[in-house]
């Protein structure tokens, strides 16, 4: 059965640090690419970042890239995003998904990277002023 587990949301204030981490079962981890994307109220859901777990490049949206971080442990088949000096615009439910042939790759500030075969449940993540 493929899971993938997202975990480590909660409530932070403004300027804070949360890990979400991405628990990925089920599938061969290391052919997959894997990010993140978000849904706050009331908006769509936004891409944020992602990984090849193969060769380790990532891609992030302008708007997080100089405060969140993805990175991957292949051992543990868990992709990380490390969230910093988090915004109240932050506040979203934050999902994983992967995806075995999607490219993963930033480029003029925009995520490209629209996962098909997998998406895990949200984690909550509130930022509060």
């Known amino acids: 059965e493929v899971q993938l587990q997202a975990s480590g949301g909660g409530l932070v204030q403004a300027g804070g640090s949360l890990t979400l981490s991405c628990a990925a079962s089920?599938?061969?981890?290391?052919?997959?690419?894997i990010g993140w994307f978000r849904q706050a109220p009331g908006k769509e859901r936004e891409g944020i970042s992602c990984i090849s777990t193969s060769d380790g490049s990532t891609g992030s949206v302008d708007s997080v890239k100089d405060r969140f971080t993805i990175s991957s442990d292949n051992a543990k088949n868990t992709v990380y995003l490390q969230m910093n000096s988090l915004k109240t615009e932050d506040t979203a439910v934050y999902y994983c998904a992967a995806d075995f042939t999607a490219p993963c790759f930033s480029y003029n500030g925009k995520l490209y990277f629209s996962p098909q075969d997998y998406w895990g449940q949200g984690t909550l993540v509130t930022v509060s002023s």
């Open positions: 089920g599938f061969t981890f290391d052919d997959y690419a």
